[in-house]
């Protein structure tokens, strides 16, 4: 990616008293479907990569969550968690009635820790497989696949037609001794990513027969795991047709199936509406059933404000509702990962976009993308629906959330990294005491520590110093450096 070239800087707030905060559009209520939010704070999903190996919930994921919850946030979305029954690391799982009782748990800590005063969701994730990216031996020697285009290639090169009849194990030789220019000649451009990337799979690849069924197996799972949810004491669900996931995949102006599912804006659109009836049959009256998607997918070829506004206006109509917008954060322009590492999709341009930093162009990464919620928004208005949309992106203050609001942005404001910078900010400024808000830098050190699924902490709290109180062991990062709560 080109240097961007400003560096901004996080401005000085002029935070409110107490009769103005409490007077404040950001603390009063808000109505999500069946539910009414008791302020316009939310703490959106943010993979802490606390849960076990087996994706069950830990101390570590109540604490952190109890953390945020002491401030009293109108809601907090938990983290990503997989509606499959597949190992996928320390990501929270849901596929599966044995990780109720853990989720339950949760629950339980977070109405605790607020009072009762915070609504709390889990956003329920599907995602299709990706590899590390190989070593060159390893790649020719056992994951090509060694076709017929490959061996006439060969035969081309050394006009040399025995090629087509070799021994496999010549031909996966001669390739691996290619130069790079060679082989951009003679691999596809799949088995290049798959060499330089890591394999990825896409939901464009319907010869493979799990991904073909994709649309007969992803409502059921999405409806059980939301129904594991509710059963866990969940207040609702948030869909995440947003980022570099199945969902957003199948709403992608990529997405070319051609099986009904793709192609047209129709095409594009039934799945995720499919999976949205099918979790609202599976849900009680009192559930809310939300979603996230991206107004912009900021990558070439990719969906644009106006077929996301008409997402939008569909997915309200058949019953979503609240609509968080979010950008970016994809595959396709993300950067080589190291030998050994899998690509992360917020590594590229549109990864900068989902998770500005400070190190941006002209309009900075402080609201960034409030242009596409307040699009859609008014969309959504257009068509005489009153869907709540959530707006996020370098929201890190009351005056820029304050006026979000106002101007018709969005009707509620979400704030992840400066949630984790100063779990108390929302508090804080209610109580006429921003000036004591731990300001985030906006420089994704916890965004780097994310992408290599490391415990996620902040730069501005997790030093363990000379002379703090002793930490217990649990409250210690892996790699015995950080603290894992904020203080
Ligand atoms: C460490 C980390 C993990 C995240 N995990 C998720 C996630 O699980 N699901 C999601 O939709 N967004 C995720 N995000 C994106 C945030 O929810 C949010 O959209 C983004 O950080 C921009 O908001 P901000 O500027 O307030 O941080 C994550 C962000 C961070 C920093
Ligand atoms: S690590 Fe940096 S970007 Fe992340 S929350 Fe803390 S200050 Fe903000």
Known sequence: MKALPVVH????????????????MLFSEVELGPR???????????????????????????????????????????????VRDVASGPLLRIGHD???DGLS?????????????????????????????????????????????????????????????????DVRAA????????????????????????????????????????????????????ARAERAGFDGVELHYAHAYTMASFLSARNTRDDGYGTTFEGRVRLPLEVLAAVRAGLSSRAVLGLRMLGDEAIDGGTRIRDASRFAVEFAKHGAHFISVSKGGKFEDAKQPKVGHAAYPYTGPSGHECMPTVRSDERGPFGRN????????????????????????GINGFR????????GDCDVVASARQSLADPDWFAKVLRGEGATVRRCKFTNYCEALDQHHKEVTCQLWDKIREGDPELPPHRISADGRRRLIAP
């Open 9 to 24: 800087k996080v401005a000085d707030e002029s935070w409110p008293t107490r009769e103005e905060a409490e007077r404040a």
């Open 400 to 407: 820029l959330a304050e006026r979000a609001l106002a101007e």
């Open 175 to 226: 390739l691996s001794a290619m130069n790079d220019d060679s082989l951009r000649k003679t691999l596809t451009e799949r088995e290049l990513e798959a060499l330089e990337y890591g394999h990825r799979e896409r939901v464009t690849d319907t010869h493979l027969p799990h991904v073909r069924a994709l649309p007969e197996v992803l409502p059921s799972l999405f409806a059980s795991a939301a």
């Open 98 to 100: 044995r990780f109720v």
């Open 105 to 169: 748990r949760l629950v339980d800590a977070v109405r605790e820790a607020s009072e009762g005063e915070t609504l709390l969701f889990v956003q329920l994730i599907d995602f299709l497989s990706i590899r590390r990216r190989p070593e060159r031996e390893k790649f020719f020697a056992r994951f090509l696949e060694v076709t017929r285009a490959h061996r006439e290639r060969l035969a081309e090169r050394d006009g040399d037609p025995a090629w087509i009849d070799r021994d496999e194990r």
């Open 370 to 393: 409030l242009e596409l919620s307040r699009s859609i928004r008014a969309a959504l208005r257009g068509q005489g629906l009153s869907v709540p949309v959530v707006g996020a992106g």
């Open 36 to 82: 009414v939010a008791r302020r316009r704070t939310w703490v959106p999903a943010m993979v802490p990569w606390r849960a076990t190996e087996e994706g069950m919930v830990t101390e570590q994921v109540i604490e952190w969550y109890a953390r945020f919850a002491r401030a009293k946030p109108g809601v907090i979305v938990i983290e990503a968690t997989g």
